[in-house]
């Protein structure tokens, strides 16, 4: 089946632009993370939705960065007024939360640069 | 909030030698582990995972890791490396009341022919 799909796969984009970033989790799995991973950096949790539940914000790193999800399907990660500091790859990963045990599918993560 | 470390950014290694990659973490109370797998131009996949039970834990492609509470660890090792394992390996934790993995750094690993 289908895996995690994200778009788009490079994003290049000038200081102070707003930018949108897509991903498409597994049909059926009712948690979705993001993650944002810097240049020779580790993961770096950045918000968790599980199905309707108020979602975990606690990682967003400032004001500008938000996330939606409609329900168990897409959910878009929104960068505003971008800095380079957000240059980073930006990845999105999904979870049957009620049975596999927290294991986590990745989609091939969105490529940011910040110019 | 946890903290994963990997001590070794990069492990280089010869074919059909074995290999451990090291993983650290920082709490003291019992916490899901899991290593994760980043081959070149792919997304991480699930390499193993300890969420209880026996303390070696077994994975795909030949990989296992032993979690050792007394020293909070959870390395990973193969005993024979083939070219085809040349990738990015990361281990993350999870404690078992929170929403949130934490990763760490990540270990290149490269298998020299």
């Known amino acids: 089946g289908a895996g995690v799909s994200q778009s788009p796969s490079n994003k290049v984009t000038e200081k102070g632009k707003d930018v949108e970033l897509r991903c498409d989790p597994i049909?059926?799995?009712?948690?979705l993370y993001w993650y944002r991973q810097r240049l020779g950096q580790g993961l770096e949790f950045l918000i968790y939705?599980?199905?309707?539940?108020?979602?975990?914000k606690s990682g967003l790193p400032s004001d500008r960065f938000s996330a939606e999800r409609t329900g168990e399907s897409v959910s878009t990660l929104t960068i505003q007024r971008t800095q380079q500091e957000d240059s980073a790859v930006y990845l999105c990963?999904?979870?049957?939360?009620?049975?596999?045990?927290?294991?986590?599918?990745f989609g091939p993560g969105t490529r940011l640069t910040v110019t | 909030a946890q903290s994963v470390t990997q001590l070794d950014s990069q492990v280089p290694v010869f074919e059909e030698a074995p290999v451990e990659l090291r993983c650290n973490y920082s709490?003291?109370?019992?916490?899901?582990l899991f290593w994760y797998v980043q081959y070149p131009n792919q997304g991480l996949q699930l390499l193993l995972k300890?969420?209880?039970?026996?303390?070696l834990v077994k994975g795909i492609n030949g990989f296992e890791a032993e979690f050792n509470k007394s020293q909070t660890s959870f390395h990973l090792r193969k005993p024979s490396v083939h070219i085809s394992d040349t990738a990015e390996y990361f281990c993350?934790?999870?404690?078992?009341?929170?929403?949130?993995?934490?990763f760490g750094t990540g270990t290149s690993l490269t298998v020299i022919p």
């Open positions: 939705f599980q199905g309707n539940s108020a979602p975990d």
């Open positions: 049909s059926g799995h009712t948690a």
């Open positions: 300890y969420l209880s039970g026996s303390t």
């Open positions: 993350a934790v999870r404690p078992p009341d929170s929403n949130q993995f934490y």
């Open positions: 990963a999904s979870s049957l939360e009620a049975s596999r045990a927290y294991e986590q599918y």
């Open positions: 709490s003291s109370v019992s916490v899901y």
